[in-house]
């Protein structure tokens, strides 16, 4: 059973659309992260939330909406896609907040046309 | 701002030697992690080594952390072509949240 599985694998799509992702963990953790990861590979924190509670809530363009119905799922919202949005988007979770390892999906790549 | 800086960018050995990456960090952490990334999929996990902690062994796997010098070693033995992945290392500073800091990461290659 895949641990941390998000949807789609893959998203090609135009520039000005409205988009989503969604990330579920089945291994029962507290914490649930949004990264991103560019084309260098670097990869930066986005949100967090813990509980369902916001608790990292990076500089990120308010196009960006974390949602989370509940400590097993969090959906990342994109309003009016632009070109930089590009990039691989990577969901992690961990037991709990703060000195924990981080367990990740495979990543959804968006490609914005 | 970027936290960890990674040396070297890119390391090609051959199959059974080791590779050493090396990990440097700029302000106070509760703890470094290493993580793998294979082409097209998710970080793993490889170690976490605490701020108290000078090193840190696991199966093939060495980490060093030196808190004075704010850097880290990640060395890997008696590498195998499977070991060809790009590696990570993270800070967690000392707030709580779970929000790791990223090296820009080494691509190893290991060459059977």
């Known amino acids: 059973d895949t641990a941390v599985s998000q949807t789609p694998k893959y998203l090609v799509t135009q520039m000005g659309n409205d988009k989503s992702i969604k990330c579920e963990q089945n291994?029962?953790?507290?914490?649930m992260y949004w990264y991103k990861q560019d084309s260098k590979k670097f990869l930066k924190i986005m949100f967090s939330?813990?509980?369902?509670?916001?608790?990292i809530n990076e500089t990120v363009p308010n196009r960006f909406s974390p949602k989370s119905p509940d400590k097993a799922h969090l959906n990342l919202h994109i309003n009016s896609l632009e070109l930089g949005d590009s990039a691989v988007y990577f969901c992690?979770?961990?037991?709990?907040?703060?000195?924990?390892?981080?367990?990740f999906g495979d990543g959804t790549r968006l490609s914005i046309l | 701002s970027q936290q960890g800086e990674e040396d070297p960018q890119a390391l090609s050995i051959q199959e059974g030697e080791n590779a050493t990456m090396n990990c440097s960090y700029k302000t106070s952490i509760n703890n470094l992690q290493w993580y793998r990334q294979n082409s097209g999929r998710g970080l793993v996990h490889l170690i976490l080594i605490r701020s108290n902690e000078r090193e840190k062994h696991s199966g093939r796997l060495r980490v060093t952390l030196d808190t004075s010098k704010k850097s880290s070693s990640l060395l890997i033995t008696a590498s195998r072509a499977a070991d060809t992945a790009s590696y990570f290392c993270?800070?967690?500073?000392?707030?709580?949240?779970?929000?790791?800091?990223f090296g820009q990461g080494t691509t190893l290659q290991v060459k059977p």
């Open positions: 992690a979770s961990s037991q709990d907040r703060g000195y924990q390892p981080q367990h």
């Open positions: 939330y813990n509980n369902k509670e916001l608790i």
């Open positions: 291994l029962g953790h507290d914490t």
């Open positions: 993270a800070t967690d500073a000392r707030s709580n949240t779970g929000k790791l800091i």
